[in-house]
């Protein structure tokens, strides 16, 4: 069974950075891809980043248009851990951050977008900014 848990959530305040990360366990991932949505309250859940392989052996990483620049996806296969690194934090980062695995590889700027292109999910972990 796979099994992601999210942690590095907190109170931060405007300005600030914080780091998020999901430990994945039980399942394959280092071939797939990896991403971060938010749910913020009242809201419903929206993609922030992915982190997608390519044939290169490399990986692409894509980024919602509200959080490029603040916020950078990266892994370590070595723990099969996934990060979010998030900087210049606003207000409205505030919500729920989940990771997920993708149900494949490789995904396109578009498909990383769609919730249906991941299998499993975390539990969520807490970012509240205050201005």
């Known amino acids: 069974q796979v099994q992601l848990v999210e942690s590095g959530g907190g109170l931060v305040q405007a300005g600030g950075s914080l780091r998020l990360s999901c430990a994945a366990s039980g399942g394959t991932f280092g071939t797939r891809a990896m991403g971060w949505f938010r749910q913020a309250p009242g809201k419903e859940r929206e993609f922030a980043a992915a982190l997608s392989w390519s044939v290169s052996r490399t990986y692409y990483t894509y980024y919602a248009d509200s959080v490029k620049g603040r916020f950078t996806i990266s892994r370590d296969n070595v723990k099969s851990t996934v990060y979010l690194q998030m900087s210049s934090l606003k207000p409205e980062d505030t919500a729920v951050y989940f990771c997920?695995?993708?149900?494949?590889?490789?995904?396109?700027?578009?498909?990383?977008?769609?919730?249906?292109?991941?299998?499993?999910w975390g539990q969520g972990t807490q970012v509240t900014v205050s201005s």
């Open positions: 997920a695995r993708g149900k494949s590889g490789y995904l396109s700027d578009y498909e990383s977008r769609s919730p249906d292109r991941y299998d499993y």
